[in-house]
């Protein structure tokens, strides 16, 4: 069965960018929609941004619009979250999901199953 795992989180300054990778183990992660997620502390889990399957569209939140996009390379049975201008409010732990509805998903709810997630701290 599919099996989700984030790399790439760590500390980061203001500005700055950070690459996060969602790889898949057990199956392909090709006919999946993958949706990244982050949850600072004292927060609810929130949608960040969700690619489909076929790697070309992809469904946002708006504090992600212009500054996080997002990649798949199926080969790798990788899914990436590029973020740019990171800002401290940007904090949190980073999931990667799989959607658990026929199409791209950002409510928490309808994700289908979990990675265990990334810590992302930006901070000077």
């Known amino acids: 069965q599919l099996k989700l795992v984030e790399s790439g989180g760590g500390l980061v300054q203001p500005g700055g960018s950070l690459r996060l990778s969602c790889t898949a183990s057990?199956?392909?992660?090709?006919?999946?929609?993958i949706a990244w997620f982050r949850q600072a502390p004292g927060k609810e889990r929130e949608g960040v941004l969700c690619?489909?399957?076929?790697?070309?569209?992809?469904t946002e939140s708006d504090f992600a619009k212009g500054r996080f996009t997002a990649s798949r390379d199926n080969a790798k049975n990788t899914v990436y979250l590029h973020m740019n201008r990171l800002k401290p409010e940007d904090t949190g732990v980073y999931y990667c999901a799989q959607s658990g509805l026929p199409w791209c998903t950002l409510v928490p709810d309808n994700v289908g199953r979990w990675g265990q997630g990334t810590q992302v701290t930006i901070s000077s």
């Open positions: 690619l489909t399957r076929n790697g070309v569209n992809t």
């Open positions: 057990g199956v392909s992660i090709t006919p999946f929609h």
